[in-house]
C-alpha cells in the first residue's frame, strides 16, 4: 500500500501581482521502506516539493490544487495541530545546512533530551541515556562528551550526524532529506550517505531524498524523479535513468558529467540556463534548450507516456515507441 | 523556508530600487510622510517669496501689532496667524524659523555624514591599530551627551567672545556643535557595513587588478555600504533639528533676532499661560509634525531598506 | 617541455587566533606571560607550476587549498617562505612593485554572488581593469576590446549595461572569466569556480576555460574537492590535507595508482555511476582542525596505517618511480 500518494499538485507563487507556478501537476508515490530520488538543477522546484509534502509552503507560495495523502490522510487539508504531528512523528526533514534545525544556543544533549521527552514521559537521566545510544547509533565518537557541547563546536558532518540521531529519535515513516551532503566534504559525505541508508534500511523508513548530485542518487534510490522546471519530466527505476535515460533534459544532464567526456575533451553541455519562473515557455519547459525540439514542442504541453519501466513526459519518445509499434504491427501482418 | 525563498525570489529581482518606490507608493502613510516632507522643504526654499512680509526690513517689528491673535480669531487680516510679542507676523517667522531648523539639521547631519564616511571606511577597511584607535575615539565621543558637548561649547564660546560675536555666528556654531558631537554612529554604521563587505570577493578581485586602496574604499565598498546610511540620514535629520530646538529653547541657539523654530518655541513659552498661545503652539506644530514626519520616513526606510528585515 | 612559471618553496601561513594584544597575556606556573596562539593554514608547501598546464589542488574544507591561492596572488602575506613568478620573487612585494605581475596573474572566486560587485553593470567590471592597465587606450578602443572579450565568453553585447543580479550563476561566473581575461594573464587561479553551479551549467564553465587556455596558452592552478572535475580537466593533482602536501602526480598515475591512504580514501569516495558496489574505504573520526596541529604525520588521527613512526616524525615528499611524490612513512617503507 502506498504511505505517501502525491496527485496532480500544483503550487503557485503569488508575486507582485502575478500568479507563477512553481509547481505543475506533480504526482508520484512512495511506499514504506522505499528509497526516492528527486533530482534536478536549482529552480527545478525540487526543494518546494519537499516543503509542501509536510504543508510547509509559506507565503507567498500556496498549494493551489492537487492532493497529499499520507495513508489516506490528506495533508493538504490538515489542521495546524494534526499537521503537526505529522511533521514530528511521521514525516522527519533533513537540510543542507544542520543549523536551520539544531537551536545554537542549546546543547546537543538538551535537544536530544527534549526530542524524546515531547513524546515520552520518562526521567531526565533515562532520556539522557537513550540520546547517548542514539549518538552512538550514528557512529559519534565519545558522545558524553559531545552531549554537553553546543552545534558550534561541531563539524558540519557531525551535526549532520546529530540530526539523524534526532530523526531515529522521532522514528518516523518518512525522512525528506533535502540535499543533506551537498556541504560537506567527499569523504565525509560517503559517510553520511551510508549511514542514512543504514537506518533506513534497518527501520524500513521510507527516504525521499532531494538532490543535484547523480552519482549520490545512484548510490542511495531505488527510483529517481527528475524534474524540470516545476515539472517531472521522467520517472523510473534509478538504474535505468541512469543506464538509459529517456528524456533529452535527463540525458543532457548525464552527459554533463566530466565522467562522461574523455579526459581532456570538452564537455558535453546543454546550452542555455533553465528559465526562471517568471519566464517559462509554452508547450514544454525544455524546448529552448533541447536538441530535438519540434514545432510541437513548442506548443503543447507532452503528457506522461511508458516507455519500458520508465515514464516520460517527451513527444519525441512518445513518437518512436508509436513509430516502433506501427512497425512491429505491420511485421505481424 | 529562507533556503526556499533564495531559489524562487532572486529570478524575479529585476531593480531592487524601482521594487521598493512601488512598495512606498503603495504605503499610504509613507506616502503622505513624503509628501509633508516636500511640502516643508518647498516652503523652506521659497521662504523668502512665500512669506507675506520681510522679516529683514526695519519696519517688520512693530510694538503697536503685538499679541495679535490668528485671524480667525481676531479678524484681523493682516495677519493670518496672528503676532508675537514684538509685532512681527507669526507665519512669516515661522516660515523662515522653519527654513533655519531644516538649514542647521541638514548641514549638521552632511557634517556627520561625511566625517563618518571616511572615519568609518578607513577604520573597516584598514583594520588594526587605527581601527581600534577611531573607535576608541567613538567610544569617548558617545559616552558624552550630545546635549551636554554642546551646552558646555556653547557656553564657553558665549563667556569668551559675548554675546555680539555669537549671535553673528551662532547658526555655524550650531551646525558644527551638532554636527561634530554624532558622528561616531555614522562611523560606526559604516564600518559595520565595510567588514561585511570587505570579505566579499569583489573586493579580492578589485585588489589583485592592483586597484588603489583609496579607490577600492570610495568607488567599490561605500556605494555598497550606503543602504543603512541612508535610514540613519533621515532620522539623524530630525535628531538634529530637535537637538537645535532644544539648545534654542535654552537659549544657547539661534538669537531671538533671527529665530528658528526653537528660539520662537522659547519666546512663545513666556506668553503661554498669559492668553498668547499661538506665540508658542504654532511654531511647536510645525516642530513637531516636521520631526514626524522624518521619523516616519525613517522607519520605514528602516524595515524596508535593512537587507534582514528586506521581503519582497 | 616543461617550464616551470610559479615555484612555491616552504611556504607558511600561520594565523593568529588571539589577534588582540589584551588576550595574548596569560598567567603560566605563576608568570605573566605572552603567548601568540596561532593556527597552520599552510605548513611547508613546496610546489611547482609548469607553464601551459593545470595544477588541480584537491582537498577537503580547511585543508588550506584556498589559502594557498591568496597567499600566491599576495592578497594575504606569507608567514615565511618564497613564491616565484619565473625567476622573480614576489610574495615580498609591495603594491607598487606587485603591479607588474598583477597583470599576468589572475583568479576566478568561488562565489559567482559575491565576486562582482552589485552596484557596478558589466561594462563598468571590465572597463575598469582594461583602462588601468592599459592607459593609452582610447574609450572606444577599451569598449572594443569588451565587446570582443564579452563576446568570445558567450554572453551578448546586449546585455553590457545590465547589472550583476540580472545574470544566472553561470552568466556571472562567466562575466569573471572575462574580467580575469581583460588584463590578458598567463596565469589564473581558479578557486572553486565550478562549486556554486548546477550540472549542466558546471559543463559550459569548464569547456569555457579549457577553450580559453587553448586559445591564450593559460597556465591555471584549479582549486576544487570535486575529484570528476579533475579527473577530466587536471594536468598534474597535488592532494592537500591540513596544510601539507600530502600527493603530487599526474592524473593519469593518480587516478589509477594513488598511494597516499587519504588519495585512496578520497577517490573512493567518489560517488560514481557506473559501480555501486565498491565501497568506500571509511576513515575514523572527523578532520582534525589546524589547532591541534599534531606531531609526526597529519593524516594520523585518520589513517589506518599509521605506527609509530607516523606520530613522532613529520614525513617528507619522496619521489616514487612513476614520477609521483608522496609523503607517506607507510608507502616509503614499503608496507602499502
Same mark, same amino acid.
Given at each position: 500500500?502506498?504511505?505517501?500518494?502525491?496527485?496532480?499538485?500544483?503550487?503557485?507563487?503569488?508575486?507582485?501581482?502575478?500568479?507563477?507556478?512553481?509547481?505543475?501537476?506533480?504526482?508520484?508515490?512512495?511506499?514504506?521502506?522505499?528509497?526516492?530520488?528527486?533530482?534536478?538543477?536549482?529552480?527545478?522546484?525540487?526543494?518546494?516539493?519537499?516543503?509542501?509534502?509536510?504543508?510547509?509552503?509559506?507565503?507567498?507560495?500556496?498549494?493551489?490544487?492537487?492532493?497529499?495523502?499520507?495513508?489516506?490522510?490528506?495533508?493538504?487539508?490538515?489542521?495546524?495541530?494534526?499537521?503537526?504531528?505529522?511533521?514530528?512523528?511521521?514525516?522527519?526533514?533533513?537540510?543542507?545546512?544542520?543549523?536551520?534545525?539544531?537551536?545554537?544556543?542549546?546543547?546537543?544533549?538538551?535537544?536530544?533530551?527534549?526530542?524524546?521527552?515531547?513524546?515520552?514521559?520518562?526521567?531526565?537521566?533515562?532520556?539522557?541515556?537513550?540520546?547517548?545510544?542514539?549518538?552512538?547509533?550514528?557512529?559519534?565518537?565519545?558522545?558524553?562528551?559531545?552531549?554537553?557541547?553546543?552545534?558550534?563546536?561541531?563539524?558540519?558532518?557531525?551535526?549532520?550526524?546529530?540530526?539523524?540521531?534526532?530523526?531515529?529519535?522521532?522514528?518516523?515513516?518518512?525522512?525528506?532529506?533535502?540535499?543533506?551532503?551537498?556541504?560537506?566534504?567527499?569523504?565525509?559525505?560517503?559517510?553520511?550517505?551510508?549511514?542514512?541508508?543504514?537506518?533506513?534500511?534497518?527501520?524500513?523508513?521510507?527516504?525521499?531524498?532531494?538532490?543535484?548530485?547523480?552519482?549520490?542518487?545512484?548510490?542511495?534510490?531505488?527510483?529517481?524523479?527528475?524534474?524540470?522546471?516545476?515539472?517531472?519530466?521522467?520517472?523510473?527505476?534509478?538504474?535505468?535513468?541512469?543506464?538509459?535515460?529517456?528524456?533529452?533534459?535527463?540525458?543532457?544532464?548525464?552527459?554533463?558529467?566530466?565522467?562522461?567526456?574523455?579526459?581532456?575533451?570538452?564537455?558535453?553541455?546543454?546550452?542555455?540556463?533553465?528559465?526562471?519562473?517568471?519566464?517559462?515557455?509554452?508547450?514544454?519547459?525544455?524546448?529552448?534548450?533541447?536538441?530535438?525540439?519540434?514545432?510541437?514542442?513548442?506548443?503543447?504541453?507532452?503528457?506522461?507516456?511508458?516507455?519500458?519501466?520508465?515514464?516520460?513526459?517527451?513527444?519525441?519518445?512518445?513518437?518512436?515507441?508509436?513509430?516502433?509499434?506501427?512497425?512491429?504491427?505491420?511485421?505481424?501482418? | 523556508?529562507?533556503?526556499?525563498?533564495?531559489?524562487?525570489? &532572486?529570478?524575479?529581482?529585476?531593480?531592487?530600487?524601482?521594487?521598493?518606490?512601488?512598495?512606498?507608493?503603495?504605503?499610504?502613510?509613507?506616502?503622505?510622510?513624503?509628501?509633508?516632507?516636500?511640502?516643508?522643504?518647498?516652503?523652506?526654499?521659497?521662504? %523668502?517669496?512665500?512669506?507675506?512680509?520681510?522679516?529683514?526690513?526695519?519696519?517688520?517689528?512693530?510694538?503697536?501689532?503685538?499679541?495679535?491673535? %490668528?485671524?480667525?480669531?481676531?479678524?484681523?487680516?493682516?495677519?493670518?496667524?496672528?503676532?508675537?510679542?514684538?509685532?512681527?507676523?507669526?507665519?512669516?517667522?515661522?516660515?523662515?524659523?522653519?527654513?533655519?531648523?531644516?538649514?542647521?539639521?541638514?548641514?549638521?547631519?552632511?557634517?556627520?555624514?561625511?566625517?563618518?564616511?571616511?572615519?568609518?571606511?578607513?577604520?573597516?577597511?584598514?583594520?588594526?591599530?587605527?581601527?581600534?584607535?577611531?573607535?576608541?575615539?567613538?567610544?569617548?565621543?558617545?559616552?558624552?551627551?550630545? #546635549?551636554?558637548?554642546?551646552?558646555?561649547?556653547?557656553?564657553?564660546?558665549?563667556?569668551?567672545?559675548?554675546?555680539?560675536?555669537?549671535?553673528?555666528?551662532?547658526?555655524?556654531?550650531?551646525?558644527?556643535?551638532?554636527?561634530?558631537?554624532?558622528?561616531?554612529?555614522?562611523?560606526?554604521?559604516?564600518?559595520?557595513?565595510?567588514?561585511?563587505?570587505?570579505?566579499?570577493?569583489?573586493?579580492?578581485?578589485?585588489?589583485?587588478?592592483?586597484?588603489? %586602496?583609496?579607490?577600492?574604499?570610495?568607488?567599490?565598498?561605500?556605494?555598497?555600504?550606503?543602504? %543603512?546610511?541612508?535610514?540613519?540620514?533621515?532620522?539623524?535629520?530630525?535628531?538634529?533639528?530637535?537637538?537645535?530646538?532644544?539648545?534654542?529653547?535654552?537659549?544657547?541657539? #539661534? &538669537?531671538?533676532?533671527? &529665530?528658528?523654530?526653537?528660539?520662537?518655541?522659547?519666546?512663545?513659552?513666556?506668553?503661554?499661560?498669559?492668553?498668547?498661545?499661538?506665540?508658542?503652539?504654532? &511654531?511647536?506644530?510645525?516642530?513637531?509634525?516636521?520631526?514626524?514626519?522624518?521619523?516616519?520616513?525613517?522607519?520605514?526606510?528602516?524595515?524596508?531598506?535593512?537587507?534582514?528585515?528586506?521581503?519582497? | 617541455?616543461?617550464?616551470?612559471?610559479?615555484?612555491?618553496?616552504?611556504?607558511?601561513?600561520?594565523?593568529?587566533?588571539?589577534?588582540?594584544?589584551?588576550?595574548?597575556?596569560?598567567?603560566?606556573?605563576?608568570?605573566?606571560?605572552?603567548?601568540?596562539?596561532?593556527?597552520?593554514?599552510?605548513?611547508?608547501?613546496?610546489?611547482?607550476?609548469?607553464?601551459?598546464?593545470?595544477?588541480?589542488?584537491?582537498?577537503?574544507?580547511?585543508?588550506?587549498?584556498?589559502?594557498?591561492?591568496?597567499?600566491?596572488?599576495?592578497?594575504?602575506?606569507?608567514?615565511?617562505?618564497?613564491?616565484?613568478?619565473?625567476?622573480?620573487?614576489?610574495?615580498?612585494?609591495?603594491?607598487?612593485?606587485?603591479?607588474?605581475?598583477?597583470?599576468?596573474?589572475?583568479?576566478?572566486?568561488?562565489?559567482?554572488?559575491?565576486?562582482?560587485?552589485?552596484?557596478?553593470?558589466?561594462?563598468?567590471?571590465?572597463?575598469?581593469?582594461?583602462?588601468?592597465?592599459?592607459?593609452?587606450?582610447?574609450?572606444?578602443?577599451?569598449?572594443?576590446?569588451?565587446?570582443?572579450?564579452?563576446?568570445?565568453?558567450?554572453?551578448?553585447?546586449?546585455?553590457?549595461?545590465?547589472?550583476?543580479?540580472?545574470?544566472?550563476?553561470?552568466?556571472?561566473?562567466?562575466?569573471?572569466?572575462?574580467?580575469?581575461?581583460?588584463?590578458?594573464?598567463?596565469?589564473?587561479?581558479?578557486?572553486?569556480?565550478?562549486?556554486?553551479?548546477?550540472?549542466?551549467?558546471?559543463?559550459?564553465?569548464?569547456?569555457?576555460?579549457?577553450?580559453?587556455?587553448?586559445?591564450?596558452?593559460?597556465?591555471?592552478?584549479?582549486?576544487?574537492?570535486?575529484?570528476?572535475?579533475?579527473?577530466?580537466?587536471?594536468?598534474?593533482?597535488?592532494?592537500?590535507?591540513?596544510?601539507?602536501?600530502?600527493?603530487?602526480?599526474?592524473?593519469?598515475?593518480?587516478?589509477?595508482?594513488?598511494?597516499?591512504?587519504?588519495?585512496?580514501?578520497?577517490?573512493?569516495?567518489?560517488?560514481?555511476?557506473?559501480?555501486?558496489?565498491?565501497?568506500?574505504?571509511?576513515?575514523?573520526?572527523?578532520?582534525?582542525?589546524?589547532?591541534?596541529?599534531?606531531?609526526?604525520?597529519?593524516?594520523?588521527?585518520?589513517?589506518?596505517?599509521?605506527?609509530?613512526?607516523?606520530?613522532?616524525?613529520?614525513?617528507?615528499?619522496?619521489?616514487?618511480?612513476?614520477?609521483?611524490?608522496?609523503?607517506?612513512?607507510?608507502?616509503?617503507?614499503?608496507?602499502?
Amino acid at each position: 500500500m502506498n504511505l505517501l500518494s502525491v496527485n496532480n499538485l500544483h503550487v503557485n507563487f503569488h508575486i507582485k501581482g502575478q500568479d507563477l507556478a512553481a509547481l505543475i501537476d506533480v504526482s508520484f508515490t512512495l511506499n514504506r521502506g522505499e528509497r526516492i530520488a528527486i533530482v534536478g538543477e536549482s529552480g527545478a522546484g525540487k526543494s518546494i516539493l519537499g516543503f509542501s509534502i509536510v504543508n510547509l509552503i509559506d507565503k507567498p507560495g500556496y498549494i493551489k490544487s492537487g492532493s497529499i495523502k499520507l495513508q489516506n490522510k490528506e495533508i493538504t487539508t490538515m489542521t495546524p495541530r494534526l499537521l503537526q504531528e505529522v511533521r514530528g512523528k511521521r514525516i522527519a526533514m533533513i537540510f543542507q545546512d544542520p543549523m536551520m534545525t539544531l537551536n545554537p544556543v542549546l546543547t546537543i544533549g538538551a535537544q536530544l533530551v527534549e526530542a524524546i521527552r515531547s513524546h515520552t514521559r520518562i526521567s531526565f537521566k533515562d532520556a539522557r541515556n537513550i540520546a547517548i545510544e542514539k549518538l552512538h547509533s550514528v557512529q559519534i565518537a565519545s558522545p558524553e562528551k559531545r552531549f554537553n557541547q553546543y552545534p558550534h563546536e561541531l563539524s558540519g558532518g557531525m551535526r549532520q550526524r546529530v540530526i539523524i540521531a534526532i530523526v531515529l529519535l522521532l522514528n518516523p515513516d518518512i525522512i525528506i532529506a533535502d540535499e543533506p551532503t551537498t556541504a560537506l566534504d567527499v569523504t565525509i559525505q560517503a559517510e553520511i550517505i551510508q549511514l542514512l541508508l543504514d537506518i533506513c534500511r534497518d527501520n524500513s523508513m521510507a527516504l525521499l531524498l532531494i538532490s543535484h548530485d547523480l552519482g549520490v542518487v545512484s548510490r542511495v534510490a531505488e527510483r529517481t524523479i527528475v524534474m524540470y522546471a516545476g515539472r517531472v519530466v521522467e520517472e523510473g527505476p534509478t538504474l535505468e535513468v541512469i543506464n538509459d535515460p529517456q528524456h533529452p533534459y535527463t540525458q543532457g544532464l548525464l552527459n554533463a558529467l566530466p565522467q562522461m567526456a574523455l579526459p581532456g575533451q570538452r564537455l558535453n553541455q546543454i546550452q542555455g540556463n533553465m528559465p526562471s519562473l517568471n519566464e517559462r515557455p509554452t508547450g514544454c519547459a525544455f524546448h529552448s534548450r533541447c536538441p530535438y525540439a519540434t514545432d510541437k514542442c513548442r506548443q503543447q504541453q507532452p503528457d506522461f507516456i511508458q516507455s519500458g519501466v520508465s515514464s516520460v513526459a517527451c513527444f519525441m519518445v512518445e513518437n518512436m515507441i508509436t513509430e516502433f509499434e506501427q512497425n512491429t504491427d505491420e511485421e505481424s501482418l | 523556508m529562507r533556503h526556499l525563498k533564495k531559489d524562487i525570489i &532572486p529570478p524575479l529581482q529585476e531593480s531592487r530600487w524601482s521594487h521598493i518606490w512601488a512598495g512606498f507608493l503603495g504605503d499610504k502613510l509613507a506616502t503622505l510622510s513624503l509628501a509633508i516632507l516636500v511640502f516643508y522643504c518647498l516652503v523652506a526654499i521659497f521662504a %523668502p517669496l512665500l512669506a507675506p512680509y520681510n522679516i529683514n526690513s526695519p519696519n517688520f517689528m512693530d510694538l503697536t501689532n503685538a499679541e495679535i491673535a %490668528p485671524s480667525w480669531i481676531s479678524g484681523d487680516e493682516r495677519f493670518l496667524l496672528g503676532t508675537d510679542d514684538q509685532g512681527r507676523d507669526m507665519l512669516s517667522v515661522v516660515l523662515y524659523g522653519t527654513r533655519l531648523s531644516l538649514t542647521i539639521g541638514i548641514c549638521a547631519v552632511l557634517i556627520q555624514i561625511t566625517l563618518g564616511i571616511c572615519i568609518g571606511l578607513i577604520s573597516g577597511y584598514l583594520g588594526g591599530r587605527i581601527d581600534n584607535f577611531l573607535m576608541r575615539c567613538a567610544d569617548i565621543q558617545l559616552s558624552f551627551s550630545t #546635549m551636554m558637548v554642546a551646552i558646555v561649547f556653547l557656553a564657553v564660546f558665549q563667556a569668551l567672545f559675548g554675546m555680539d560675536m555669537y549671535q553673528q555666528l551662532a547658526m555655524i556654531m550650531l551646525i558644527l556643535v551638532i554636527g561634530l558631537a554624532e558622528w561616531p554612529l555614522f562611523a560606526r554604521t559604516i564600518r559595520a557595513s565595510v567588514l561585511a563587505e570587505k570579505q566579499k570577493e569583489y573586493v579580492d578581485a578589485a585588489r589583485i587588478m592592483g586597484i588603489s %586602496p583609496k579607490r577600492i574604499m570610495f568607488k567599490h565598498i561605500l556605494p555598497n555600504t550606503l543602504t %543603512p546610511v541612508l535610514v540613519i540620514f533621515t532620522v539623524q535629520i530630525s535628531n538634529a533639528i530637535v537637538a537645535e530646538a532644544a539648545l534654542s529653547f535654552l537659549g544657547l541657539g #539661534m &538669537p531671538a533676532s533671527d &529665530p528658528s523654530l526653537g528660539a520662537l518655541i522659547s519666546v512663545g513659552f513666556n506668553y503661554m499661560f498669559s492668553g498668547s498661545w499661538w506665540i508658542c503652539i504654532i &511654531p511647536s506644530l510645525t516642530l513637531i509634525i516636521l520631526i514626524l514626519v522624518m521619523n516616519m520616513l525613517g522607519d520605514w526606510l528602516r524595515d524596508h531598506l535593512n537587507p534582514k528585515t528586506y521581503r519582497d | 617541455m616543461s617550464t616551470p612559471l610559479i615555484q612555491i618553496s616552504q611556504l607558511e601561513k600561520f594565523f593568529s587566533t588571539n589577534e588582540s594584544w589584551l588576550s595574548q597575556w596569560r598567567i603560566d606556573s605563576g608568570k605573566l606571560k605572552r603567548k601568540k596562539d596561532s593556527v597552520h593554514a599552510l605548513n611547508g608547501i613546496n610546489l611547482t607550476i609548469n607553464k601551459g598546464e593545470t595544477l588541480c589542488v584537491v582537498g577537503e574544507t580547511g585543508c588550506g587549498k584556498s589559502t594557498l591561492a591568496r597567499v600566491i596572488m599576495g592578497l594575504t602575506p606569507a608567514t615565511s617562505g618564497e613564491v616565484h613568478y619565473q625567476d622573480q620573487r614576489i610574495d615580498h612585494l609591495n603594491d607598487r612593485q606587485r603591479m607588474l605581475f598583477r597583470r599576468r596573474m589572475q583568479m576566478i572566486f568561488q562565489n559567482p554572488y559575491a565576486s562582482l560587485n552589485p552596484r557596478m553593470t558589466v561594462y563598468q567590471t571590465l572597463y575598469e581593469p582594461i583602462s588601468f592597465h592599459n592607459p593609452q587606450l582610447s574609450t572606444a578602443q577599451v569598449d572594443e576590446q569588451i565587446q570582443t572579450l564579452l563576446e568570445s565568453v558567450g554572453i551578448s553585447a546586449s546585455s553590457i549595461d545590465d547589472y550583476p543580479h540580472e545574470f544566472s550563476g553561470g552568466q556571472r561566473q562567466r562575466i569573471s572569466i572575462a574580467r580575469a581575461l581583460s588584463v590578458e594573464p598567463d596565469f589564473i587561479i581558479a578557486d572553486e569556480p565550478l562549486s556554486a553551479l548546477d550540472v549542466s551549467v558546471q559543463a559550459q564553465v569548464l569547456n569555457l576555460m579549457m577553450d580559453k587556455q587553448e586559445e591564450r596558452n593559460l597556465t591555471y592552478l584549479f582549486i576544487t574537492h570535486d575529484l570528476a572535475v579533475v579527473e577530466h580537466f587536471a594536468t598534474r593533482v597535488a592532494v592537500m590535507y591540513l596544510g601539507r602536501i600530502c600527493e603530487l602526480a599526474s592524473t593519469r598515475v593518480l587516478f589509477s595508482a594513488p598511494k597516499h591512504p587519504y588519495t585512496k580514501a578520497l577517490l573512493s569516495a567518489i560517488p560514481r555511476l557506473d559501480n555501486n558496489t565498491t565501497q568506500p574505504i571509511r576513515l575514523i573520526g572527523e578532520v582534525p582542525t589546524q589547532m591541534d596541529n599534531p606531531i609526526g604525520c597529519v593524516f594520523q588521527a585518520r589513517c589506518p596505517y599509521a605506527n609509530q613512526r607516523c606520530y613522532t616524525e613529520s614525513p617528507n615528499m619522496i619521489r616514487q618511480t612513476d614520477n609521483s611524490s608522496v609523503a607517506c612513512h607507510a608507502v616509503d617503507e614499503g608496507r602499502l
